[in-house]
């Protein structure tokens, strides 16, 4: 009976030290990069907020998030986020009376890349992206 519980102890270890290694190479892996739609929005009011009203909008949910203003024109919007001086993400706001548009612009040490014609990145990108669009979508609701 001894070497079975022996065996089975074995067994287990080494099933527990392969799905950490997994779990941890997983981590550190790469998922689908996420193009968010285009978000309609109306304010508290019930209405499409202004071309100036998303903008500000924007500038507010983006100051939130420790998201930079690269370039400001109309209608479009560069942000720049850097984490700790070692990975930096750009997109591009897009947006108009009531809606705008979150794209991916560039990265660095995000682990960006096209795998079979798909884009991969690190998955904070996503998390980071979807915090964005979560407070441009909570001013715009609370603005009249």
């Known amino acids: 009976m001894k070497p079975k519980l022996t ?6 270890c080494c099933a527990l030290m392969l799905a950490s290694v997994l779990g941890a190479a997983q981590a ?5 990069l996420i193009e968010p739609p285009r978000v309609q929005l109306l304010n508290a ?9 998303m903008r500000i909008a924007i500038v507010r ?5 420790q998201w930079t203003p690269r370039e400001d024109k ?8 850097n984490k700790q ?3 930096e993400v750009v997109v591009r706001i897009s947006y108009d009376a009531g809606s705008y548009q979150i794209s991916y612009v560039s990265s660095t040490n995000m682990k960006y890349e096209l795998e079979n014609g798909q884009a991969q ?10 915090n964005l669009s979560s407070d441009i979508t909570a001013q715009v609701q609370q603005s009249r």
């Open 7 to 12: 065996s089975l102890v074995r067994q287990s």
């Open 74 to 81: 109309p209608g479009e919007i560069t942000l720049v986020f």
């Open 45 to 53: 009011e019930g209405k499409a907020p202004s071309v100036e009203a």
């Open 85 to 87: 001086n070692k990975h």
């Open 61 to 65: 949910a983006a100051s939130q998030r």
């Open 121 to 130: 990145i690190h998955p904070f990108y996503n998390k980071w992206v979807a």
């Open 28 to 32: 550190r892996g790469t998922v689908l």
